[in-house]
């Protein structure tokens, strides 16, 4: 993975940074904790432009995220709800239980969505309940690319600090993303576990 980055990095400039950040947001297990450092690390060496480097991975990131929230966008709320009608009760999710999620995000999916693009794990994920709730594509735009700025930003960043040891970044942060996605898991069994004991009291 490593090897085929830098290759890639290499052989393709600031086109190439782009086209890995855009891979990442489509296939989640290329790590962007490892992309941006390796341009941070390739920028101190002389060889790139910080800016450029960093505008390189957000407009990257930001074409990977629109597939994702048009999926959302296609699927649909109304969709869903039938869906969740249908085949809810195995999972214990009404159409009321979507309700309640999509007036959710009407009150703080800007801000669920900026910091989610800070979030590993989160980051790629963020932009499914953003289409589906019909988030307006400027405001979703808007806010990824503030969140996702600040997050490459600060990847690049710890690359071009850490020189040589750029990898560390991948290192510490990837056991991050496996525990927040656990977290994130192990919350929602908690909810299903709770709402299941609500509803036979």
Same mark, same amino acid.
């Given at each position: 993975?490593?090897?085929?980055?830098?290759?890639?990095?290499?052989?393709?400039?600031?086109?190439?940074?782009? %086209?890995?950040?855009?891979?990442?947001? $489509?296939?989640?297990?290329?790590?962007?904790?490892?992309? =941006? @450092? /390796?341009?941070? &690390?390739?920028?101190?060496?002389?060889?790139?432009?910080?800016?450029?480097?960093?505008?390189?991975?957000?407009?990257?990131?930001?074409?990977?995220?629109?597939?994702?929230?048009?999926?959302?966008?296609?699927?649909?709320?109304?969709?869903?709800?039938?869906?969740?009608?249908?085949?809810?009760?195995?999972?214990?999710?009404?159409?009321?239980?979507?309700?309640?999620?999509?007036?959710?995000?009407?009150?703080?999916?800007?801000?669920?969505?900026?910091?989610?693009? %800070?979030?590993?794990?989160?980051?790629? $994920?963020?932009?499914?309940?953003?289409?589906?709730?019909? =988030? @307006? /594509?400027?405001? &979703?735009?808007?806010?990824?690319?503030?969140?996702?700025?600040?997050?490459?930003?600060?990847?690049?960043?710890?690359?071009?600090?850490?020189?040589?040891?750029?990898?560390?970044?991948?290192?510490?942060?990837?056991?991050?993303?496996?525990?927040?996605?656990?977290?994130?898991?192990?919350?929602?069994?908690?909810?299903?576990?709770?709402?299941?004991?609500?509803?036979?009291?």
């Amino acid at each position: 993975m490593v090897e085929w980055i830098t290759n890639t990095m290499q052989s393709l400039g600031y086109v190439g940074i782009g %086209l890995l950040m855009f891979l990442e947001n $489509l296939f989640p297990p290329i790590p962007s904790e490892l992309i =941006m @450092p /390796l341009a941070g &690390f390739t920028v101190a060496k002389g060889n790139m432009n910080f800016v450029l480097a960093v505008t390189a991975g957000v407009i990257g990131t930001m074409l990977g995220a629109l597939p994702w929230y048009y999926v959302g966008k296609l699927v649909g709320e109304e969709n869903l709800k039938r869906l969740a009608n249908k085949y809810g009760k195995w999972i214990g999710l009404s159409s009321k239980d979507i309700d309640k999620a999509d007036n959710w995000f009407d009150k703080h999916g800007g801000k669920a969505v900026f910091y989610g693009r %800070l979030v590993p794990g989160v980051r790629t $994920l963020i932009s499914l309940p953003a289409g589906i709730s019909g =988030m @307006p /594509l400027v405001p &979703f735009l808007l806010y990824s690319t503030l969140g996702t700025t600040l997050w490459v930003g600060l990847l690049t960043y710890a690359g071009y600090a850490l020189g040589d040891n750029y990898e560390l970044v991948e290192q510490y942060l990837g056991p991050v993303s496996k525990i927040v996605f656990v977290v994130l898991v192990v919350a929602f069994v908690i909810w299903l576990v709770m709402k299941r004991k609500k509803k036979q009291t």
